[in-house]
């Protein structure tokens, strides 16, 4: 059904960037607003931001976040885009993409995606 494949993620010293890709294949994600998550190692998935569309464009970032990442859609590309920077070691993570609701995944849109790993050495 729905693949969400997300990428870009890597291991990199805390005050650094990172770009994360999420490309999204076998259903379009124009008529959602997209968002990221993340989960470490023990802990719950929590919601990282999120984009909406249409209707113009709305993000939304969970507080720790805000001001040090920026989500991004290109509904051409079928993707969605997560630019990270000043990186902390608290961001280490495996980061996913879903549609969303609020800060609610939807599910019935794709199951979770392998995700990529974000590594931040202090």
């Known amino acids: 059904q729905v693949q969400l494949v997300e990428s870009g993620g890597g291991l990199v010293q805390a005050g650094g960037s990172l770009r994360l890709s999420c490309v999204v294949s076998?259903?379009?994600?124009?008529?959602?607003?997209m968002g990221w998550f993340r989960q470490a190692p023990g802990k719950l998935r929590e919601f990282v931001a999120s984009?909406?569309?249409?209707?113009?464009?709305?993000?939304n970032y969970r507080d720790s976040v805000k001001g040090r990442f920026t989500i991004s859609r290109d509904n051409g590309m079928n993707a969605v885009y997560l630019q990270m920077n000043n990186l902390k070691p608290e961001d280490t993570a495996v980061y996913y993409c879903?549609?969303?609701?609020?800060?609610?995944?939807?599910?019935?849109?794709?199951?979770w995606g392998q995700g990529t790993q974000v590594t931040v050495s202090s």
């Open positions: 879903n549609a969303v609701a609020g800060v609610t995944p939807i599910l019935e849109f794709a199951s």
């Open positions: 076998g259903g379009t994600i124009s008529h959602y607003a």
């Open positions: 984009i909406t569309w249409p209707g113009g464009t709305t993000t």
